[in-house]
């Protein structure tokens, strides 16, 4: 446990990590949580859908990544 404090002390930069924990389920139903390592802020989730939903809304607080970005599109 004492090397995860000593990483998240370390990775306090950009706001775009994060550590999931699974605890079980089946299938797409699964179960855990997610914390955000930039503000320690914990989440639980049911589903790999709402795992993805948390982490999408947290990035986009953050604005990660930069507003001015820009998006590629590929045509043939």
């Known amino acids: 446990?004492?090397?995860i404090e000593?990483?998240?002390k370390q990775h306090r930069g950009s706001g775009s990590e994060f550590i999931v924990r699974i605890?079980?389920?089946q299938g797409i139903?699964?179960?855990?949580?997610i914390e955000?390592?930039?503000t320690g802020?914990?989440?639980y989730f049911n589903d790999f859908l709402e795992l993805i939903l948390l982490m999408q809304n947290k990035l986009d607080q953050s604005n990660y990544?930069?507003?001015?970005?820009?998006?590629?599109?590929f045509c043939e």
């Open 1 to 3: 446990m004492a090397i």
């Open 6 to 8: 000593k990483n998240r």
């Open 23 to 25: 605890n079980g389920g």
């Open 29 to 33: 139903s699964v179960k855990g949580k």
């Open 36 to 38: 955000h390592i930039h």
């Open 41 to 43: 802020q914990v989440q």
């Open 65 to 73: 990544p930069q507003c001015d970005t820009e998006n590629r599109t």
